[in-house]
C-alpha cells in the first residue's frame, strides 16, 4: 500500500526545501505549484479560462501568463482570488488524484504531495498523513521578502490570504519547525522518515 504523506505549511514556510530532501531520498512528489504553473501555460486547460476572466493584462508580451502580475491583482481582492481559484483547483486536482493513481499502481512505498492549501481546500481526506512545515511569522515574512523581492506590504498580502500556520499546526499529524538551518530540517525529516517506517 503507498503511504501519501501530504506536505504543506505557510507560503515560503519551507516546503519546497523540504521536497529537496525528499528527493535525495528518491521519494516521488507530488509537486501542486508545478502543476498549477503547468495548467496555466499557452494552450493548456486552464490558460484560456483565466485569461477571459483577467483579460489580456496578465499578459507577457510572448503571450503567457505574468504571474507576478496576476499575484499582484488576487492577494489584493478576495473575490478575485476566489474566481481564480475556482477555474485552477478542480485541474490541479485532477492532476493530482491522476498521479496518485500512477504511484499506487506502481506500488510506490511513499509519495509526498506538496500542496500549500492542503487544508484550505480539504485535501487532508486524501492523504495518510499530513506533513505540516511550520515557522515564526517573522521568519516568515524575513524569508518571503528576501526569496522573492518583495516589499512587506506584498509579503503580508500573501501571507494573510492563507490560513494562519497555527491554525495549520493544530490539524497536522506531523509538525516539523524549519526554525534552524537547512541542515536541522533535513536531520528533522529523516527523523520522521524513521517515525513513519518507510
Ligand atoms: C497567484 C499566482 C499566479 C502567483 O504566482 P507565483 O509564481 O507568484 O507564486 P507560486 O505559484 O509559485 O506560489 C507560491 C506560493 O503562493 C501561495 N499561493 C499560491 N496560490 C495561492 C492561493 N490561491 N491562495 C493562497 N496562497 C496561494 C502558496 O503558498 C504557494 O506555494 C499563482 O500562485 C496561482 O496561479 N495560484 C492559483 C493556483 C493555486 O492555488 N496554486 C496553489 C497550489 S494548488
Ligand atoms: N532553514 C532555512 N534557513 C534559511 N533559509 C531557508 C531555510 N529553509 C528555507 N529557506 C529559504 O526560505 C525561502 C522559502 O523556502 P521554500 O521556497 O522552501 O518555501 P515554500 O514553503 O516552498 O514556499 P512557497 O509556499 O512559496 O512554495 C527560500 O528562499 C529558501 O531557500
Same mark, same amino acid.
Request: aromatic share 12%; net charge neutral; with cysteine.
Given at each position: 500500500m503507498t503511504y501519501f504523506l501530504g506536505l504543506t505549511g505557510g507560503i515560503a514556510s519551507g516546503k519546497s526545501t523540504a521536497d529537496d530532501f525528499f528527493k535525495k531520498k528518491n521519494i516521488p512528489i507530488i509537486d501542486s505549484d508545478l502543476i498549477a504553473h503547468k495548467i496555466m501555460e499557452?494552450?493548456?486547460?486552464?490558460y484560456q479560462a483565466v485569461v477571459d476572466y !483577467?483579460? @489580456?493584462?496578465?499578459?507577457t508580451d510572448n503571450q503567457t501568463i505574468n504571474r507576478r502580475k496576476l499575484g499582484e491583482i488576487v492577494f489584493n481582492d478576495q473575490a478575485k482570488l476566489k474566481k481564480l481559484n475556482s477555474l485552477t483547483h478542480p485541474l490541479v486536482h485532477q492532476e493530482i488524484k491522476r498521479q496518485m493513481e500512477q504511484y499506487r499502481l506502481n506500488q510506490e512505498k511513499l509519495v509526498v504531495i506538496d500542496v500549500p492549501l492542503l487544508f484550505e481546500s480539504g !485535501?487532508? @481526506?486524501?492523504?495518510d498523513g499530513v506533513l505540516v512545515i511550520s515557522i515564526s511569522p517573522e521568519l516568515q515574512l524575513k524569508r518571503l521578502m528576501k526569496r522573492n523581492n518583495f516589499t512587506e506590504k506584498e509579503a503580508l498580502s500573501r501571507i494573510n490570504n492563507q490560513m494562519p500556520l497555527s491554525e495549520k499546526e493544530k490539524r497536522a499529524t506531523y509538525v516539523v519547525a524549519n526554525t534552524g538551518t537547512i541542515n536541522d530540517l533535513e536531520k528533522r525529516l529523516s527523523d520522521l522518515l524513521q517515525k513513519i517506517g518507510r
Open positions: 499557452v494552450g493548456q486547460a486552464g !483577467f483579460g @489580456s493584462k496578465i499578459l !485535501f487532508e @481526506s486524501l492523504c
